[in-house]
């Protein structure tokens, strides 16, 4: 296949992710075996997915954290304020049973989604502000999610702190860092194959919702109408809350959009690595349907401002 060619289907591959998924959780409902001997390596997926990302970036992507740090931690403050307090009342309100309340703990306490600085593109939003907004999650959540989810989470689950720390660096701050270095020091070769890179991801995300769905088939079964609730109240008031921050924040449209986008998309597929490994396959349960529901809202959204621009 020629190189326009390969980018165009990589290119196609990558805005179905969807469908990908969607299709993803029907073979792991029907075909479970097609995913679950794969189950040991969902952290090394995970880890090259990081670090494909981290060829993606640059140095100038991490500059409007030194430039305009006052954005960026007003950023960080509201991603990691309003979602994990929205995720406990909500699971407090809704009474949701133990395994899938840490799991819905867990997706609000997991950095904003890299599919962020898609759709604040596609949204006529503030992509420099995403891309740092996210960088900056990502580079703190190996104390911050932890943290979060032992004051939140061990009242239903027990927590251990360092456990989840170190699983976060192996799988997230290592890979990143080391993708940022193949990226500096071999920028002619990574440039020619950088199209493969969201591919991958979006092959990620695939395999984990499928994964999730293969582990989970006797339990999804019992899955009722609540947990489906918590997870679209979750998402709809994070979208709905960070556009509010950033009106209480004074930041223009476009970065209200942007930070909307941030705090109401997270890395669920990070937030279901750390659910299986940590707690329990069904405490994954919530980050499979975040990570769908919220792309759909945030594709649907960003269309809306489309046609709105900032």
């Not at 600085?117 to 006529?124: F, K, T």
């Not at 890979?175 to 194959?193: C, I, N, Y």
């Not at 979750?234 to 705090?263: E, H, P, Q």
Request: hydrophobic share 60%.
């Amino acid at each position: 296949m020629a190189p326009a060619a390969l980018n165009r289907f990589l290119d196609w591959f990558t805005k179905l992710l969807v469908v990908w998924v969607l299709a993803a959780a029907i073979i792991g409902y029907f075909a479970p075996q097609a995913f679950l001997p794969l189950k040991s390596f969902s952290d090394l997926f995970f880890s090259l997915t990081m670090f494909g990302i981290g060829c993606l970036l640059s140095a100038r992507d991490f500059a409007p954290i030194f430039k305009k740090p006052r954005f960026v931690f007003l950023g960080v403050l509201a991603q990691f304020l309003i979602m994990p307090v929205l995720a406990f009342l909500i699971v407090k309100f809704l009474n949701i049973p133990p395994a899938l309340a840490i799991g819905l703990i867990l997706a609000a306490a997991v950095p904003d989604a890299m599919a962020a600085g898609v759709m604040s593109y596609l949204a006529d939003a503030d992509v420099a502000f995403s891309v740092a907004l996210t960088a900056a999650t990502t580079l703190v959540s190996p104390v911050v999610t932890p943290g979060l989810m032992y004051f939140l989470g061990r009242q239903y689950i027990p927590v251990q702190f360092w456990p989840m720390f170190k699983s976060i660096m192996a799988m997230v701050i290592i890979p990143l860092l080391a993708g940022l270095a193949v990226q500096h020091f071999f920028d002619k070769f990574v440039s020619r194959v950088k199209p493969a890179f969201p591919a991958l991801s979006t092959l990620f995300i695939e395999f984990i919702c499928g994964l999730v769905v293969a582990l989970n088939k006797d339990a999804l079964a019992k899955i009722t109408f609540i947990i489906l609730a918590g997870v679209a109240l979750l998402n709809i008031f994070g979208l709905l809350f960070g556009y509010l921050a950033g009106m209480l924040f004074r930041f223009d449209l476009k970065k209200r959009r942007t930070l909307a986008i941030g705090v109401g998309m997270q890395n669920a597929g990070m937030g279901a690595v750390l659910a299986i490994k940590h707690f329990s396959p069904e405490s994954a349960i919530p980050n499979a349907l975040f990570a769908t529901w919220c792309i759909l809202t945030a594709a649907v959204l960003a269309e809306i401002w489309r046609k709105k621009p900032a």
